[in-house]
């Protein structure tokens, strides 16, 4: 026995210095659905309790002025994955004609992350790294058959799948209502107006003798629209079956999950496979499930928060962090592990449950938040540690982007940023270790969904934080900066106001964006707009067209390719 345990013993110390000495880092990247900006301590909370987060901050960096590339989940991931703007990937619905939802809302639908797109995880594996991706995905699954996994997460990289291909929802959940709302567009008054009129004029053309009317026909609209009603419910029941789906690599575990202790058990993962790995260079990918609605924390964690379920997912969030970060401290991997922690857009402001009671979190003093490109739905936490190579307690106020990840991870996973493509985020280490004082970002080009809806300019010679809107949601009702009445703010023309001249805000003056600048008020006001606009300009002859991974038929439900667990007594559940 213990002739065969010293060679093992002595094996596994021989790795784990070959992979200290080998001067490339671990990666822990972290991911939290939906997290504002104002609910950690390290970022001015001082009523929801985030130790272990703020514990991150205080031995690494802090990013003050960290930008998702969007404000939705699917292409704000997608941009982070690739290092590239999501309209560069097809993650770009919002035209009229597509449809507009921004993110995928089926398991079975047939868009994605397409397989030409290059990740960090992809590069990182090739580089002789152990990846894996435990939580949230929300960029596709298949494209022609249930078993073809041309989006799974295993084509972009990730030797290891736990998690969730699409994203918690409403319906996972009893008693949390559906985020299918169709009753909030349905335009109820001109359908009435429509069939009262079809029905009048048939009753009076009948009667006057003109023409018979036969029964059918008046009564045929009803029964069609009884027909659609009733597919359009059955749907809607049928959702937890069809979307809220757990998997293991390719297989389905549960159908549909059960969520209440789903944070323990990615966290009970992500430590097994830390674990399993410790002698050997690793990346993984911890995306959270919380804090997105449904909400849902586990019993240890119920009524621990003064805000409510929606602080207690947060609290639980943290508590995830701290083991991850115990995990490193006692495997001894603390030094070379670099660390990252962020959301993936600002707090949901309109997420209130039917009692009302709040189930978001807060955007400090950000105006707006997820699905606007207001500072509320973009500006995110931003932290990462390294011990020895990033200074502890650095703040860092120069805009960032959750697309430099890609490069960063990159280059310090030892492999080449790829040349036959437009990457636009940028390695943070200069400006992470002292460097460089300034970021090597002097625009940021915000889209809402297709759209381009606002860019920022940080001009080299200057302080000023230029952003210029080029239009700005409906909110509603009035007063609030929210979307109360679509439940997101949306892109299209009947749901925004455009501004011409842009509205002008300067970030380091203002960065609540409560007062738009003229030209009284700023004398460059026409200048500063014109070298925006030129930069626009500049920046949309790169993207070159590529298929719409969110357009209607990309979107839609697909039974063929749907994920099922089943047997013969058991049908997806």
């Given amino acids: 026995m213990g002739g065969t345990w010293l060679p093992s013993s002595l094996l596994l110390l021989v790795l784990t210095r070959v992979s200290l000495q080998d001067g490339r880092p671990n990666f822990i990247l972290m991911m939290v659905d939906d997290l504002g900006i104002g609910d950690l301590g390290c970022y001015g909370n001082r009523t929801l309790r985030t130790p272990h987060i703020d514990r991150l901050a205080q031995e690494g960096a802090t990013l003050t002025q960290h930008i998702a590339a969007a404000s939705l989940c699917s292409p704000s991931r997608a941009a982070f994955l690739t290092g590239r703007y999501p309209v560069r990937s097809g993650q770009s619905s919002g035209l009229a004609s597509d449809g507009g939802a921004g993110v995928f809302i089926f398991n079975a639908a047939s868009g994605g992350l397409p397989s030409h797109e290059v990740t960090f995880a992809k590069i990182a594996q090739q580089g002789g790294y152990e990846t894996a991706l435990i939580g949230k995905w929300h960029l596709g699954l298949n494209c022609d058959r249930r078993d073809d996994h041309c989006h799974h997460p295993h084509a972009h990289g990730f030797q290891h799948f736990f998690g969730v291909p699409l994203t918690n929802l409403r319906d996972c959940q009893l008693g949390h209502g559906t985020v299918f709302q169709v009753h909030r567009y349905v ?70 999950f059960r969520a209440e202790n789903l944070t323990q058990t990615m966290t009970r993962e992500a430590v097994d496979f830390l674990e399993r790995n410790a002698a050997r260079p ?14 849902f924390a586990s019993a240890a964690f119920r009524g621990t928060s003064r805000h409510g379920i929606y602080g207690d997912a947060v609290q639980e969030v943290d508590w995830s962090v701290g083991q991850i970060m115990e995990t490193l401290d006692r495997l001894e991997l603390k030094d070379n592990t670099l660390v990252y922690l962020t959301s993936d857009q600002g707090a949901h402001l309109e997420e209130v449950s039917a009692g009302g009671e709040v189930h978001h979190g807060s955007n400090g003093i950000y105006k707006a938040g997820k699905s606007t490109s207001w500072e509320g739905g973009i500006r995110v936490p931003g932290i990462l540690r390294w011990p020895g190579h990033i200074p502890r307690g650095k703040r860092i106020d120069e805009p960032t982007s959750n697309m430099d990840l890609f490069p960063t991870v990159v280059k310090l996973s030892g492999a080449a ?132 991974q969110l357009s209607i038929r990309n979107l839609i439900w697909k039974p063929w390719l749907q994920p099922c667990r089943s047997s013969i007594t058991r049908l997806c559940q």
Wanted: proline share 7%; aromatic share 12%; charged share 15%.
């Fill in 417 to 548: 940023v790829p040349q036959d493509r437009h990457i636009d985020g940028h390695d943070l280490m200069d400006l992470l270790q002292g460097g460089a004082e300034r970021s090597k970002h002097e625009f940021l080009f915000h889209y809402c969904n297709a759209y381009m809806n606002a860019v920022r300019w940080h001009p080299r010679n200057s302080s000023s934080v230029w952003k210029a809107f080029y239009f700005t949601p409906d909110f509603y009702p009035e007063g609030v900066n929210a979307c109360f009445h679509t439940h997101v703010c949306f892109c299209q023309p009947d749901f925004v106001t455009y501004h011409d001249p842009p509205l002008l805000f300067d970030l380091s003056r203002d960065p609540s964006e409560t007062t738009p600048l003229t030209p009284d008020t700023e004398p460059a006001f026409h200048s500063i707009l014109a070298v925006m606009q030129e930069a626009v300009e500049t920046h949309r002859r790169t993207v070159t067209p590529v298929e719409n």
């Fill in 282 to 295: 690793f990346l993984l990918f911890l995306s959270f499930l919380q804090v997105h609605t449904a909400m």
């Fill in 187 to 256: 335009p109820y008054g001109a359908i009435l107006r429509t069939l009262g009129g079809v029905w009048i004029a048939a009753l009076l053309l009948h009667r006057t003798g003109v023409v018979t009317v036969r029964r059918w026909i008046l009564v045929g609209p009803l029964a069609l629209l009884a027909v659609v009603v009733a597919m359009v419910v059955g749907l809607i029941l049928a959702v937890p079956y069809l979307n809220c789906v757990l998997m293991r690599d390719q297989r389905v575990l549960e159908q549909p």
